[in-house]
């Protein structure tokens, strides 16, 4: 199999295993819809797809890690949905399609994202796959990464910084916890699937790391230089919003040498394990991305 038939094999488990999900929710109508809606719109499903394979890579079933893979999709659709609303970036388009409150009305949109959030922690407290304490772990993982001292908090120093120039070190901290704790979380809840404690749960955070600072100044490189029809979201918004970034500290030219030293890096942390080429891969396809 190739990487990217492997990845569509990913994406396509991942899509599969929200729609049932979706489907098995009750009460259906608007909410059920709205949630819907953003859950199944085109996203890459990057997150998910690591959980899968770090669960692979240590040894793990994939059919093992998806729940939680998902419920980790969950709560980023619900972050992608509040981050969309006009007390937050205000923006229309996201995936190429209106944001989810120009469709449904900011009350249900908020609702949606509430949802999204809530049951994605039901769903790792019922994975009848797992032993308790791992579903215990799972929660704990998901939480620290998305709560108040992960993306929440990456989410209000960024508010906080817009109009105001900030240091290097403050801006990866924003990125960090607002885009790093949640890449980090998908593969931490891979290990916690697979019941890994050791060398490769480290390995693979250490991975997660460095991919997700990658991922962040691309998708910072991208906001100034990518087109809306690629991106399917309107560019220049960190501008726009004077918000400082990695771009407009360091330029492009510096930024796009960072996400190939910070890929390398990555691919460097999980040298050791001979089932590393799939992720090595995506680490490089990541850096190159154009959405
Ligand atoms: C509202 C609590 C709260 C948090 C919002 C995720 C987020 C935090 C804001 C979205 C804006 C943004 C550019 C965040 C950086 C993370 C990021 C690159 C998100 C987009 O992730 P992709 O590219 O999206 O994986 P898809 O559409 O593929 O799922």
Redesign the pocket.
Known sequence: MTHETQLQADQVLVEEWLQKHLDSLWPFGKLVESMGYSLLS??????PVLTLEACRLCGGRAETALPLACAL?MV?????I??DLPC??DDDL??GKPTNHRVFGQATAVLA?DALLTNAFEVLAKTPELPPECQIQAVRCLAEA?GPAG??A??IL?MDGAGRTLSFDQIRKI?TL??GR?IMAALELGCIAAGENGDRRLALLTYGEKLGLA??IQ?DIL?QEGETEEL?KPVGSDLKQGKATFVSLAGADACRKMVEDLTDEAAAAIAPYKEREFLCWLAEMLAERR?
């Open positions: 085109g996203g890459k499903r990057i997150r999709e980023h659709t619900y972050s992608l509040h981050d937050m970036d996201r995936r994202g998305a993306m929440v990456g989410q960024d990125e607002k885009t949640m991922f962040q998708d906001d399917g959405n």
